[in-house]
């Protein structure tokens, strides 16, 4: 399963706010062997909104965004994915009977939060009474970062039941000598992504690069790893993470 | 001046590594006064980078892009952003005569890393050797952290000398209680952007509304503070954060 990921938020792009969202429903959806294919950061703007998610709602399986959910002006999630789809927005008494005599409550805010894109499905809400609003393969989740963790049980159903196996080789020597190595298996190697990143020499460990191999079937990436291993130069030393 | 930044890697669509250089970027960008409008998190595919780049470069005035830079066969982004200008890749003198020497260096390094897109401009490198490439409206950065803050000179060099004044309002209530008065400064003050930004209750601190104005001329962002402090019910509790 692909997925792209929408994060909406003026505070990111102006570096006020610093975004952990997408570090954690990375490596979220890592563990459960879907496959992130891209990250778009934008602003609280209708327009934007709503072309972005129009593209990646067609060019991925599952598109996931957060932010720009609650009672404030520059909350417009819901009217950029009700815009993308050419829907409008309704009222929904399941959400005003949600939030009714929440602390948080008012009329104004029933108002905007219960007015959703027409259509959509409310998903499980988890640890929190408000739920997930989807709309066709776009699931539309709060911008908070412990609001998202608690929404990441809705989101995993949604998720098929698989995983990425990986390998990491750690090369102690000069990326420029492992590049063949790493190519010749990332060319023969069709189900197995390999990647190589340089570390810098730091706090007394010398500089060293991971080469990483990753894929869904664990004897395919086991394969690769040891065709890299006995690719290598001899003269390079290297372990196996574990 | 607006720009997009293009964060090119598989490493962090998978979680492995938590990317830093879009919170630097988007720090440094606005200090300066320039707009940072959208974020991409893309894989190292050469189809993919080209495709956003060429978006990016149409739609605002600089492109950054991070990562993909080196000696191994994911390093495509050189090759992506020529793709994107239907240029062709080019071997620079300039940069062999940078490389050779280095510890890091060898002839496929300089087949791989000094060829870039033809017609590009090399910038001044500030502290690295290395220099950043610039094509059309795209400046093409490395991705480890410590070696683009070392570039961020070279990128400040094409920035214009501006600075966003922000005010920041702290209110000890309800967001929906503040909705009203920060939607009619929004509507009100066309320069001056306003965000609402709930903080959850942690720590032994109540939960509260940072409410921010920002823009690039300071008369109009202390004009709307006022505005919005007036247009406040009276029983809200807020002080102005320095």
Known sequence: MEL??????NEILSG????????????????????????????????IIAARVWEFSSRFDLVVTT??????????????VARAFGRGLGLRPELVA??????WWNEAA????????????????GLIPWPPVMVENVVILPGIPSLVEGHMPALAALLPSGRFFVRTV????????????????????RGVEVG??????????????????????????????????????????????P
Request: glycine share 12%; aromatic share 6%.
């Open 16 to 47: 006020s706010v610093v975004d952990t969202n997408t570090s954690f429903l990375a490596r979220e959806l890592f563990a459960r062997g879907a496959r992130l294919l891209e990250v778009a950061v934008i602003p609280d703007d209708v327009e």
């Open 196 to 241: 190589s990143y340089p570390i810098l020499a730091r706090d007394g460990v010398p500089g060293h690069v991971l080469v990483k191999f990753t894929g869904l079937e664990e004897a395919l990436v086991v394969h690769a790893t040891e065709r890299f291993l006995a690719g290598l130069l001899p003269s390079m030393p290297r372990d196996l993470i």
């Open 67 to 80: 932010g720009g959910i609650g009672p404030t002006h520059d909350d417009v999630t819901y009217e950029g």
């Open 98 to 103: 949600i939030g009714t005599g929440k602390k």
């Open 170 to 189: 750690r090369c102690w020597g000069r990326e420029v000598d492992l590049a063949d190595a790493a190519a010749e298996v990332a060319a023969a190697f």
């Open 110 to 125: 029933a108002a905007k939060l219960c007015r959703v894109p027409e259509g959509a499905v409310l998903l499980p809400g």
């Open 4 to 9: 792209g990921l929408i994060i909406v938020g």
